[in-house]
């Protein structure tokens, strides 16, 4: 006997009430397997695949590309051979990497008390709006992919996606591939998307980062210090490394000794590592046992942070590793909700856009934030004589609730202080 199976949009983790279809995988009358990948969605915190939790024909697709969608709404039916099942609301599907739902819960209650979680006010979920779904032909190589955008470029410039070769970084179509293809203009990389007189709707990851950059403005009391920093022995050091054929597959950068600095900072004053928690009784300082880097990055959805979880266990060259790691998971669209939460304090690079430096917003829930600039040779007095040297503005923004001048100074120096001579710092830790 034939059952009619309905999936409906599952609570992946977090407390996300909504997302939005970024693309099918499937198309109707196609065949599915269990845990066979039929959907991608995109939420407030990362895009995630979404595996089938049942074998059939694909029946319908009851949202199109493009939609936001609340937790719990009928997103495809599968027609399944063999006896009758029970409904999802009796029996919950088992999705690879999420587990099962508990009965009657539709989405998980937002974790207040764990250290390191900070409540985030539930966003308002609208009403749907559900165009009908694009159920364009599958190309000879699969189900094409494209982001809604670029699929309403490729109508208005009447080209047909199926017949052009993609060039993003997950397989899909992008949008200079389409301007390509109808011969016009290609934005040189880096550029900008956005068009005059366009409006671009704020969803999932930008939504996000939007209201959390809010938040964190006005609920914790910014201040920001910076201090000009001689990066020449840093230089040196990165030059060694970079020669030693041991670490022939790794470029280290600045970043990643900055990132060292910072880390050590954070160990060496706790409190900059901490969160600020509200109870009914009064405010707590929570100081975490880990230091969870979060590194800012620039990626194709927009700034993220993803996070190396662990960093303060981490050698110079482990972490130089996991941070090229999670930022290319970021920019790949691969990154978790996991991967993208659970930072203690973060380091974000501005100088790898030519920029000096800048005042940053702390990510909520964390007392610190470092921004490091561009290494540019600057006049420097050595001995009394004005020389050139490779110079780095350093800009960290703390809570002042958290953490006063005098703490967050020395903070910010003992950065400095280990930029400024890194191999020596390194050696007397070790007792050299």
């Not at 065949?31 to 319908?60: C, D, M, R, W, Y």
């Not at 609301?89 to 209650?109: M, N």
């Not at 006005?218 to 840093?234: L, Y």
């Not at 959805?301 to 998971?329: C, F, S």
């Amino acid at each position: 006997m034939t059952t009619s199976r309905v999936f409906s949009l599952p609570d992946v983790g977090e407390g996300l009430t909504e997302a939005e279809i970024l693309r099918w995988h499937v198309r109707p009358g196609d065949h599915v397997l269990v845990n066979q990948v039929i959907v991608e969605i995109e939420t407030a915190k990362a895009s995630v695949e979404l595996p089938s939790p049942f074998a059939g024909i694909v029946e319908e697709l009851h949202v199109a590309e493009g939609a936001i969608v609340p937790v719990g709404s009928p997103i495809i039916s599968i027609a399944s051979e063999g006896a009758a099942v029970p409904a999802d609301d009796e029996k919950p599907a088992v999705l690879v990497g999420y587990g099962v739902r508990e009965a009657g819960v539709s989405r998980r209650a937002r974790r207040v008390a764990e250290v390191g979680a900070v409540p985030v006010p539930d966003p308002v979920v609208e009403p749907p709006v559900v165009p009908a779904p694009d159920l364009t032909p599958a190309s000879p190589r699969g189900p094409v992919r494209a982001k809604p955008l670029v699929r309403k470029l490729a109508r208005e410039k009447g080209v047909d996606l199926a017949t052009i070769a993609p060039t993003g970084p997950n397989g899909e179509v992008t949008r200079e591939d389409v301007m390509r293809s109808a011969g016009a203009e290609v934005r040189a990389p880096g550029r900008s998307d956005d068009r005059a007189g366009d409006r671009v709707p704020v969803r999932g990851v930008q939504r996000a980062m939007a209201e959390a950059m809010v938040q964190s403005a006005f609920t914790a009391p910014h201040v920001t210090e910076w201090v000009d920093v001689d990066m020449s022995r840093s230089m040196e050091l990165l030059r060694r490394l970079r020669d030693d054929p041991a670490h022939a597959d790794l470029r280290i950068t600045p970043m990643a000794l900055v990132a060292a600095a910072l880390v050590r900072a954070a160990r060496e004053f706790p409190r900059i590592n901490s969160t600020w928690v509200d109870s009914a009784t009064g405010a707590d300082v929570v100081i975490h046992r880990d230091v969870n880097l979060g590194i800012a990055a620039d990626t194709p959805r927009g700034l993220l942070v993803p996070t190396v979880k662990g960093a303060g266990r981490m050698g110079l060259v482990e972490l130089a590793r996991a941070i090229r790691q999670v930022i290319d998971t970021a920019r790949a669209g691969r990154s978790t909700p996991s991967d993208l939460t659970g930072g203690t304090i973060t380091l974000t690079n501005v100088g790898v856009f030519g920029v000096d430096g800048g005042t940053p917003i702390l990510t909520p829930g964390q007392a610190g934030i470092l921004a490091m600039g561009r290494v540019i040779d600057r006049p420097w007095v050595i001995e009394g004589a004005v020389v050139a040297r490779p110079v780095m503005l350093l800009s960290l923004s703390f809570d002042h609730r958290i953490v006063d001048g005098a703490l967050g100074s020395r903070v910010l120096q003992s950065v400095a202080a280990f930029l400024a001579d890194p191999t020596m710092v390194l050696a007397l830790e070790k007792g050299l």
